[in-house]
């Protein structure tokens, strides 16, 4: 025999009852699987099929939106369908919740006369059946499933493991899978009583006939007065498809007429062999008059056995070494008799000892002391002197973890996680950490960062148009930023409005005046310590106007000819033409004069003549100085062209502030548009 550890028995139940029976499904689609209303519990999700109805499905989806938001929102494809299911988790109540599963989540099929097929209750629409089974399978959604069992169903089923006696695999399966699927042993009347299921099941043990019975063969009878006595409250409905349920883990093996599979344990390692450690099969003895506990405890050389008795509420006197029995060992509800009395607690010398009743025969098991699990906490030194703290911790029986910072609110510990002093339920430097497990103590560590220091913020300060933007990169052992400024160099001022202890790491100062000179000072700061960075200076100021000293026209000629006539030529900075009677710079080829006025006058005059004209495409090159630099915006140029003879003028213009470096305003040296009387014009940028 192999002695599996406690957790792998309790995971390979929950295998079998989740595989087999709640879900039908394989691993991992065991924990995406949906059912719809079928029992009215508007509808059940994962691993055991939590219900609705009891609201544990609603806690488990609540706990994963809050801990993994983007995770939950991506798996549903619509957003309108994430927003639709995110308002039925949080904003109505629970049977609004199940009304609601049965008409939008339940896939209802219709007879010909519009009534529900109830063979259809289990279907689920799409896509929300996708939805569910994608948010199922998720390695977060599978831990925080296990969890949910480890807290409710596993303590249930190991309370009622204990109460009857049990110590096989087998035995722990069954509780396990009435846990799940009855959620008791002692099921409500219709007046809210609890029906003394519990009590018919003892009665029918005491009255076993177990000679020559192993121990084995015992565990399975009282697995089968266990599934006969729970199967009487089960509704007529479903009481066949339970018991036959039941009967195949009671029994190890058993065909289901109702599901139409055979179903066997064995696969699960749920078998009639030892369970837990603390509870293992020895030996059997059939008791006699006169039998003592010190000759018991010679026969079989043990010092010391088990706890445990069939129904621990009834407790009565203490019985000790060498005190002879009266009448034989029996068999009873109430644990040993002696004389008229009841016995709870059994000793061999100062050990305490345990009875497990079979009929007339004591199963005695040797004991095992408690093992209590040990939560650890890393890092596990008081002084932390850089924040914040990665706090990482362990269970030595791989048991389930809770921890609550301060005076916040208990969490369930799923992988490392960062605290600070800014931490919900801290906000000090004296950082309280409480962490434990199933069946331990509390235990608390209080780490102390009153000796974290910031680091000194490195900034930059920019200036703008009647604003400064102020820029730092995250500092070490900081939880905020607090900005001072002053109009004096080495002064620190006062605190900018909206910027003390804030989080982020950039500021946009519009409280300013240009032409001003500020000076900043970024202070990181935690609860305890404060760090101030090197002042930095900015002067607001608005946006310069770029401007220009020269311009410059190249002549292409027009769709009649190569010749360029130009008529005017202006430069303008707003209304004002800087260009106004220029003449060419020296230096560049001359172009012909014409005898009509100037092309630089300010006056568009179309005649028989223009102010200047020359031969050949790109020559020459006009350069005019316009004395002075000036923000130029606007260059117009006019080529001669006649409302009765529309031309179609070619030609470049340039900018440039050095006549050395310049800028192209426009290329129409390939130009098809007739140019109108007036000319073109074309803006600088």
Known sequence: MTLLPEKTVKDKAMELTSIEYETELQYPDNYGMTAGNFDGQGISHGCIQFPLGWGTLQSIWKDLYNGYFDMVKSKFTVLADFTAWEDWLFNKTIQQQIDYADTVYTDWKLDGQGVRIPDSAHNVKEPWKTYFRNLGITPESQLRQQQEVDSIYHPNALTWFKDFGLWTRRGYALMFDISVQNGSINPLDVNQQPIDVMGRIFTRFTALNTTGLTAEEIETEKMKIIVDERSKEVSDTWRFSYIERKNSIALGEYYLTSWGKLVSTVPYDMILEQAFEWRNKTNLYTATSGDTFASIGTQFNTTALVIEELNPQVVSTNIYTGLSFNVPFQGANTGIFLGANSVDNVFLGDTQIDKIFAGLNLVYTKYVEPITPITTISPSTIIQNNIPITVTLTNDQGGTIYYKLGSGTQQTYTAPFQVNQTSAGVYDTQILVTYWSTGEAEKTI???????????????????????????????????????????????????????????????????????????????????????????????????????????????????????????????????????????????????????????????????????????????VLTYDLGAAYAIDTLKYVGYSLAADPRQTKFKLWVSTNNVDWVAVTDQSLNTTPQPEAGFSYPVI
């Open 446 to 620: 209080t780490y102390d960062t009153s000796g974290s220091v910031p680091a000194a913020p490195v900034v930059t300060a920019t200036g703008g148009d009647n604003t400064v933007a102020l820029s730092w990169a995250p500092t070490a052992n900081t939880t905020s930023y607090t900005i001072y400024r002053s109009e004096a160099s080495g002064t620190l001022g006062t605190i900018l409005t909206g910027t003390q202890y804030m989080s982020g790491t950039s500021w946009n100062d519009a409280t300013v005046i240009n032409g001003t000179t500020y000076y900043y000072t970024v202070q990181a700061g935690n609860y305890g310590n404060a760090t101030n960075s090197a002042q930095k200076s900015a002067t607001p100021a608005g946006a310069q106007a770029v401007t220009y000293r020269y311009v410059r026209v190249q002549g292409y000629g027009d769709n009649t000819s190569t010749t360029t006539r130009i008529v005017e030529f202006q430069a303008m900075e707003g209304a004002t033409n800087r260009l106004l009677n220029k003449t060419p710079m020296v230096g560049f080829p001359a172009p012909n004069a014409g005898t009509i006025g100037v092309a630089t006058d300010g006056a568009i005059v179309h005649a028989t003549g223009y102010p200047l004209w020359w031969s050949g495409a790109g020559i020459p």
